[in-house]
């Protein structure tokens, strides 16, 4: 035969008010934590448009380099400066 022993029964709680600010925290915390989800996946798509963006930038600047050659270009007008390397 096997002996059963019963722990005190008692139940402890919070009070209502205290498990209700609980429960608030509990979920304003997990609402942050989803916009940071959130946040986090919109800053991975927008680092690969970055990447897509980065090509685009130096395909042109290749196809301006073999016909202007190594140029500084004005971005408010157009005009353009060639580029020299100094000898030292």
Do not use: C, H, P, W
């Not at 035969?1 to 997990?30: A, D």
């Not at 090509?55 to 408010?76: C, F, H, P, Q, R």
Request: a negative charge; aromatic letters at 6%; charged letters at 30%.
């Amino acid at each position: 035969m096997s002996k059963t022993i019963k722990l005190n029964q008692m139940e402890f709680k919070i009070t209502e008010e205290e498990l209700k600010t609980v429960r608030e925290n509990q979920g304003k915390m997990n609402q942050a934590l989803n916009q940071v989800g959130v946040l986090e996946a919109q800053k991975y798509g927008l680092l690969g448009y970055v990447q897509e963006i980065n090509k685009e930038v130096e395909d042109n600047k290749k196809v301006l380099e073999e016909k202007y050659g190594a140029v500084s270009i004005n971005l408010e007008d157009g005009s353009y400066i060639a580029i020299t390397e100094e000898v030292k």
